[in-house]
C-alpha cells in the first residue's frame, strides 16, 4: 500500500551511505532507544523502516499522516549499513541526564529551531524533521572541546559573575548609605527637637519677663498710692493739731481763717482719696497661645521621613508623568497696612473668575482679593483664627473658627464683605466644604466629619480611627465627598453615606485639595513641595508642579482655568503671597 505526501527525509537517516553492505531490516526509530524490533514496512519520506507500532503511529500522527507508506510487501527487503559518518545508531555513554517532560527517556538530540534539548520522544511528538532543524548529540559535539563556543559561555559567566558581584557590592553600600541617611535623619529629630526646646525656653522666658514687667509696674503703682495716702495723712495731721492749739489758745481769729483754708484742703484731699481708690488694680491669669494648644492637641507627628533619592541605579526617579502644562501667571500680594502679623492664606474660594475670598489666619482675617486688579479690596475681622472658607451660595460664604468650635457666616459683594450670623459646633472644625445647601465639615479634634445643613443640625457623623486621624481639608460634590488625612498621608474618597470608596496614599503631607474639571482634583503635598493632579477615583496621580516651598491651600477656578495656591514658610516672600498658575 502507499500513501502519497510531500515531506522531506528523516534528518537522522538522511545521509545514509553509497554502500553496497546491506542488513537486516529492522524498526529504525525503536532502534534509537536501544530495541531492535523486525520491520513491518518503509517510509519513502522519513527513508525508515517501521515496526508495526511504529508504523501505525506514523498514519495516525497529523505530521506524518501524509508520508508516503510501504507495506511488508513493498518495502525495502535489505537497509544500507551506516559508516562511521553516518547516524550514530548506538547511545552514547555520556547521553545519561533525564528529560524533564518525559523522566524515562534520556536527551540525545538538540532542536536548533527552538534551542531546547530533546529526547526521542521530544522528537516525535513535536519537533519532528519537517518542523525544525534536529541533531543527534553525538554528531554535534565533536569539535565542542576547546571551541569558542566553549570560550564564549565561559566569558559570558565571568560577565555575569562580575555583575552579580558588582551589584551585591553596590547594594551593601547603598545600604550602608541608608542607615547613615536615617541615622543622620534621627540626629536632625534631636536636634529639631533642641531647637524646639530652645524656642519654648524663650518664649518661656519673654512670658516671664512680661509677668515680672507686670509686677514692678504694680509695685511702683502701690508705692505711689502709699506715698500719697502717708503724706496726705501727715498733712492733714499737723492741720488738725494746729486748729487744736487754736482753738486751746482762743485765738478767734486765726481759728477762723484756718477753718476756712482747711474747708478748701479737705475737698482737695477729699478728691485724692477718691482717686486713690478709684485705682484698679487687676488680677491675671495666664492665657495659652491657641496655636501652640492645638499643636499639643493634635495627634500629629514630629516631622515625616521623605526619600532623597531613588536607590535603584539607571532607574528614573519619578514615577509620575505630567499631564498639563502649568505656566505661571503672577502673584498677588495679600499684606494689607491693618494687618499685624505675616499672613497665612489657609482657605479660598471663587467668588467670581476675577475675585477671589482668601482667609488670613494668622492676622484672623478675611479678604476680598481682586485677581486682575492684583490687591485686596476690603478684610474684615472675623474675632478668631479662621482656617477654611466655601461658597454657599453665589453670595454667601461660610468660614470656619477652630478654636472658636464655630462657622462664621459672610456676605460678599463686588466691593465689601460683611458678617452675618455664627453657627457653633460641637468641636476644633478646620476644613469645610457645601453642595446643595449641606455643609460638609472636618475636625481635627476629635477626628471625625460631619455632614450639617445651614441651620447647625447634624445630618451625619463619620468617626473612628480607621477612617480619619487628622482630616484636615475637605471637598464635596454630586456623588462623593474627599478629605485630605495629615497624619495618615492620605486622601480618601467617600460617599455621603460615609462608605469609602477609594484611597490615594502617596504623598507624604497632603493638604489644600480643590475639585477640577475633567474628573480630577489638585492636591497640596506640604512635606514634598508639589501639587499632584489626582483621578477622581483616587487610584492615581500626577505631579503637575514640584520644587515648591511648603503649599498650604489650593483653589480652582474653572472658567479661566487658572489655579491658585499658597505657601506657608514663616518666610514674608512668600507667605504674604498668592500664586496665580494658567494650565493647558
Not at 180 to 209: C, G, H, M, Y
Not at 231 to 236: E, M, P
Amino acid at each position: 500500500m502507499a500513501v502519497h505526501g510531500k515531506k522531506a527525509p528523516h534528518p537522522f537517516l538522511s545521509s545514509v551511505i553509497d554502500s553496497d553492505e546491506y542488513l537486516e531490516v529492522y524498526c529504525q526509530p525503536c532502534n534509537i532507544k536501544g530495541e531492535r524490533l523486525p520491520a513491518h514496512g518503509f517510509c519513502t519520506d522519513c527513508n525508515e523502516h517501521l515496526c508495526g507500532t511504529c508504523f501505525k503511529l506514523h498514519m495516525k500522527h497529523k505530521l506524518s499522516r501524509n508520508h508516503t507508506l510501504l507495506d511488508k510487501e513493498n518495502m525495502p527487503k535489505r537497509m544500507h549499513a551506516p559508516t562511521s559518518s553516518s547516524v550514530h545508531l548506538h547511545q552514547s555513554d555520556e547521553l545519561t541526564k533525564a528529560c524533564l517532560k518525559h523522566q524515562k527517556e534520556m536527551i540525545k538530540f538538540y532542536c536548533h529551531d527552538h534551542k531546547e534539548l530533546l529526547c526521542s520522544v521530544c522528537v516525535t511528538l513535536q519537533h519532528s524533521a519537517t518542523l525544525c532543524k534536529v541533531d543527534y548529540i553525538p554528531d554535534i559535539s565533536v569539535d565542542i572541546t576547546d571551541s569558542k563556543y566553549y570560550n564564549d559561555i565561559l566569558r559570558n559567566l565571568d560577565r555575569v559573575t562580575d555583575l552579580c558581584q558588582k551589584i551585591s557590592e553596590d547594594t551593601r553600600k547603598r545600604t550602608a548609605k541608608s542607615e547613615k541617611s536615617l541615622t543622620d535623619a534621627v540626629a536632625d529629630i534631636r536636634k529639631f527637637r533642641k531647637e524646639i526646646n530652645q524656642r519654648l525656653d524663650e518664649l518661656e522666658s519673654q512670658t516671664e519677663d512680661a509677668a515680672r514687667a507686670l509686677q514692678e509696674e504694680i509695685r511702683i503703682n502701690l508705692k505711689t498710692v502709699e506715698r500719697n495716702c502717708e503724706d496726705t495723712a501727715t498733712s492733714l495731721k499737723t492741720t488738725t493739731d494746729f486748729i487744736k492749739r487754736l482753738n486751746a489758745t482762743g485765738q478767734a481769729d486765726r481759728l477762723f481763717m484756718e477753718l476756712k483754708m482747711t474747708e478748701q484742703m479737705i475737698e482737695e484731699y477729699e478728691k485724692k482719696v477718691q482717686q486713690v481708690t478709684s485705682y484698679d488694680l487687676e488680677e491675671y491669669a495666664f492665657q495659652a497661645n491657641d496655636e501652640l494648644s492645638a499643636f499639643l492637641k493634635n495627634d500629629m507627628a514630629l516631622g515625616t521621613f521623605s526619600k532623597k533619592t531613588a536607590n535603584k541605579p539607571n532607574v528614573s526617579s519619578s514615577d509620575h508623568v505630567r499631564t498639563r502644562q502649568a505656566n505661571r501667571q503672577t502673584e498677588i500680594g495679600v499684606k494689607t497696612s491693618g494687618d499685624k502679623e505675616m499672613c497665612r492664606i489657609s482657605g479660598m474660594a471663587v467668588f467670581t473668575p476675577d475675585l477671589l475670598i482668601i482667609t488670613d489666619n494668622l492676622n484672623e482675617a478675611v479678604k476680598l482679593i481682586d485677581v486682575r486688579g492684583q490687591c485686596v479690596i476690603h478684610q474684615i475681622n472675623v474675632n478668631g483664627k479662621p482656617c477654611n472658607i466655601t461658597a454657599i451660595s453665589s453670595t454667601e460664604f461660610a468660614v470656619t473658627l477652630p478654636f472658636r468650635k464655630s462657622i462664621q457666616f459672610i456676605s460678599a459683594s463686588s466691593s465689601r464683605l460683611s458678617m452675618k450670623t455664627a453657627l457653633k459646633v460641637n468641636g476644633e472644625c478646620y476644613g469645610i466644604s457645601c453642595y446643595k445647601g449641606r455643609l460638609v465639615v472636618s475636625f481635627c479634634n476629635p477626628a471625625k466629619l460631619q455632614i450639617l445643613d445651614v441651620n447647625g443640625t447634624v445630618l451625619s457623623d463619620f468617626t473612628g480611627e480607621n477612617i480619619f486621624s487628622n482630616p484636615v481639608y475637605v471637598v464635596a460634590c454630586r456623588d462623593f465627598i474627599y478629605v485630605s488625612d495629615w497624619n495618615k498621608g492620605t486622601i480618601t474618597r467617600l460617599n455621603w453615606q460615609g462608605d469609602v470608596s477609594g484611597i490615594y496614599d502617596v504623598m507624604d503631607g497632603p493638604y489644600g485639595i480643590t475639585l477640577a474639571n475633567k474628573g480630577t482634583l489638585f492636591a497640596c503635598d506640604y512635606s514634598k513641595g508639589v501639587i499632584e493632579e489626582v483621578s477622581d477615583d483616587c487610584s492615581k496621580g500626577n505631579i503637575l508642579m514640584s520644587d515648591l516651598k511648603r503649599l498650604e491651600t489650593t483653589c480652582w477656578c474653572e472658567e479661566t482655568n487658572e489655579l491658585y495656591f499658597s505657601n506657608f514658610t514663616s518666610d514674608a516672600e512668600y507667605d504674604n503671597f498668592l500664586q496665580v498658575y494658567k494650565l493647558s
